[in-house]
C-alpha cells in the first residue's frame, strides 16, 4: 500500500494551496482518509477527515471555514483545500487511511493504518 501525498509548497499569507494524496494498492473506496500535520518541534495533529464515500467529515477548530477535505474514489485521491492560510499552517502534512475507523479514533493518530510520506506546506508572512 503506498499513499503519495502531493501539493505542498510556498504561499504568502492569505494565500491558497491544494494537497493531494493518491493511493495506491488498496481499494481506496473502502477506507476512510484523514490529513494530520506537524509542524517543526510540534507532535503530529489533527487536521480533516472524510468517510469512505465522502458522506462524513470532520475538521479541527482551527481549520473550519479554511480548509476543505473531499475524495474522488475513481482517482483513488484524497484532496485537501487550504485558503486564508497563515504562518501557523507551516507544517508538514501527511494523508493516511484507515478501514471503518470509530468515531472515537477519527482524530487520532493510531486509527489509521496507512501513512503517506508528507508534503511541506510553509507559509511566509
Partial sequence: VQLQASGGGLVQAGGSLRLSCTASGVTFARYDMVWFRQAPGKEREFVAFISR???S????????GRFTISRDNAKNTVYLQMNSLKPEDTAVYYCAAGFLVPVTLRREIHGYTYWGQGTLVTVSS
Avoid: H
Fill in 57 to 64: 467529515t470532520l475538521y479541527a477548530d482551527a481549520m473550519k
Fill in 53 to 55: 464515500n465522502g458522506g
